[in-house]
């Protein structure tokens, strides 16, 4: 009788099977799926799925983590908690508070804030109540937080774990829970003094981590947007250029000319213009030197920034930090939420990398190849002034953001000889 | 179709679903946290380092190594581990991989753990939040997302001496933590068994006898009799006699006595109890902490997994609680009502059967360990500070650089930065030209305790001032004639 019923079970899975996937194949004919269309097969998918026995409640021996996942053993949590140390220490030390937030948030409050990586976002199982999703970033439960409060000023830093249904390419290290480390600064000030401190917690924190030479490029979306409407780059190709100039630092000049020319549809002539200024590094000369460029000068919005970046080389030579800050106008990284200063922290050392860093976390550049990692390891992260719509208020949010390169654990090898 | 066609299916599906502008694209702003979790404000923060510092110390001190596991298990990992409670876990959406849970504890994440590493002996703590789909009675403030704060002694080792310890760690943390008198019950579950057989309890109604005894710390013997008789189906001769028993307190020599027991004695598991009940008080006494150590046999709760020792901390103290405590979380058991509260901090005992379940060959990794109840600590720590004039800082900085005339700014900068160079904990204003009414405002607000004043005149004199912000009293001291070093170590001899 068992047998019996068993043949039944796989015969009527088989039929059901059968029309699934027939229903699919009629599916991938017909291109204008609606989302609720999607959700529709989605679900019948998943209950299929679920009678062919996905959740059988036997009581197995697992002997894993979850893909992507990780326990940390005695040995890394010594090791996290010296760096946790180390920065904690430098952020109290120039005044900052925390706050802590839950693991999961409202599915509405995340909704619509990540663009294409939304689809990275872990969902909890409607159980019945509210619709509930795990935090992709701390930045968005920072907004709420503020909204939920009123709070127009705080400097606040936040280290917890995030969580991005990532396809982890395991050799690359690449995680599905891991932490970011931010640090912001919220509220109305007097221009580029919250930027420089920022700058001067970076300075310190690499230099107590002790991780070798490091250097901290900066640079300014409105320079940038200047110095593309100056050298004639349609509006509409702002950010695709950007993204193109980004490669800079894992291509070489001809290859991205290349793609600007052959693929972005730029005229020769504007990409060696845009070349000639995005070779240019220095400090504040740089600065001042660009504000008397007789082309850039035309652009209001190059010399505000131009202008303000003099400020902050001021500033940084009163912080004594101007030794590892170099104004770099090839920093066109993440420029979809920038507002103003962009900067990034680069070591320069180059590793023989057992674990390759974890790329891209975070949305960092590593840069690596093959065994050979120079990676970034901060960044001035997207302002997000305007997700506080609700408030009708412009803060000037400085965002710092911390990430750490797998190969961690072959520094404090290295320095244990 | 198999599981991962299926699985591919669905993930095309949502990515196309992506495309299309995910949910509903419209960008919305939900001023609310979910049902039963809340973020931790600075305030909260603070009190809870202190806490964490506290405790984690103490695990230290006692020579704890700690681990952490990720916030969610396979599904399958926590299957059949929770009884009853299992549909209070928080699983994840199908997303088209594996089937995911929140962790519910940190306990088995921890035998996971040792069962993976093939781990026979650690001393782990582990503080971590845990995730149960809890009906929080908000009144009763019970969140679904909390801190459990776990500490085990894993393997085979001679009989109470690690027990001995977890029991040193509880009271050397609640003593620490300055919450007020508390004691420690002890019992065993060998010595329920062996009463409740004694007493003529049918083996089949063990648990749920225990589960009335439990009650006694809410409800009246009176009470608790009735449903053994009424609901449970004693003999009312079986109710009296467990009754005697469940009233003794003592120490040592209570299990002493009640090795003499003619009733008692019969039993070999309570003996085996009561035996190994003197062996830790003796090592208790050694350990210097009998006085607050009560071997109390009424204590019965959670014994669905322990098989020696229980224990459980709680507080002597009844507090007007304005906002009542978290109830019954970690298991605890508060017995509170309305405004007074008097509960549980810490319960924990021997459970040898657990690291078993999980590994393929049934090996047993005996444990003992304690989970302290800290969000009910952190409640009690944050009334307090509510009630002390005392104030609560957020930050730590040590001086604010304030200048007290127009442009000099530049001359903080440099103060400032000299200052953190130095390890000195100091803030400025983010204003070129602040008042200095302004800036020592927020000295007090923030409860900075020093404040370095730049003025022009100083300047040209060559000095700092450095007030007390609290008292007003003013120190000067030399800067740039040789050095803005001089103001640091200053600074650093007032502090």
């Known amino acids: 009788m068992a047998t019996l019923g068993l043949t039944c079970v796989h015969l009527c899975a088989g039929l ?19 989302v609720s269309q999607i959700d529709e097969e989605v679900a019948k998918l998943l209950e299929l799925k679920a009678q062919l026995g996905g959740d059988d409640g036997k009581q ?14 005695p040995k890394q949590m010594a090791i996290r908690e010296k760096v946790f140390n180390t920065i904690v220490s430098c952020f109290k030390r120039h005044g900052a508070e925390t706050i802590d937030t839950p693991v999961f948030e409202l599915k509405e409050t995340l909704t619509g804030k990540y663009g294409e990586d939304s689809k990275l976002i ?8 509210e619709l509930l999703s795990l935090r992709y970033d701390l930045t968005v439960p920072f907004a709420r937080y ?8 705080i400097k606040r830093y936040h280290i917890a774990k995030v969580y991005r249904r990532d396809n982890p390419a395991m050799t690359r290290g690449r995680y599905r829970e891991f932490y970011q480390c931010d640090f912001d600064i919220a509220g109305q000030y007097d221009p580029m003094i919250p930027d420089a401190e920022c700058l001067k917690i970076v300075y310190e924190i690499l230099s107590e981590l002790d991780l070798g030479d490091f250097h901290i490029k900066v640079n300014d979306r409105r320079i940038l947007d200047g110095m593309f409407a100056v050298c004639g780059v349609p509006d509409e ?6 993204s193109t100039v980004d490669k800079l630092d894992k291509m070489l000049w001809e290859d991205v000319k290349n793609e600007m020319v052959k693929e972005k549809g730029l005229t020769e002539e504007a990409a060696d213009q845009i070349g000639e200024y995005v070779s240019m590094q220095g400090g504040m ?19 505000a920034g131009l202008t303000d970046m003099k400020q902050l080389f001021s500033y940084l030579q009163l912080f004594q930090i101007t030794d590892k800050v170099v104004f770099d106008l090839s920093l066109a990284r993440g420029l979809d939420y920038y507002t103003g200063v962009i900067y ?21 550049v590593s840069g690596e190849e093959g065994g050979v990692s120079v990676g970034s390891v901060a960044g001035k992260c997207p302002a997000w002034g305007r997700k ?29 000889g």
């Open 344 to 364: 990034e922290a680069v070591l320069c050392q180059t590793l023989q990398a057992p674990t390759p860093a974890p790329a891209e976390q975070n949305g960092a």
């Open 60 to 73: 197995t021996f697992v002997l894993k983590t979850a893909k992507g996942t990780r326990d940390y053993n």
């Open 237 to 242: 190709k702002f950010r695709t250029i950007c």
């Open 146 to 153: 503020l909204a939920m409060n009123k709070i127009t000023n």
């Open 16 to 34: 059901m099977g059968r029309r699934a996937a027939s229903s699919l194949r009629s599916l991938r004919c017909v291109s204008g799926m609606t």
């Open 388 to 416: 506080q719509s609700c408030q009708q208020r412009r803060c000037a949010p400085q965002k710092l953001k911390f990430w750490w390169p797998q190969h961690r654990r072959t520094f404090w090898k290295r320095d244990s």
């Open 285 to 303: 000369d740089l600065a001042e030197r660009l504000l008397h460029d007789p082309k850039l000068s035309q652009s209001k919005q190059a010399c």
């Open 122 to 129: 872990y969902d909890l199982k409607d159980q019945g109540g």
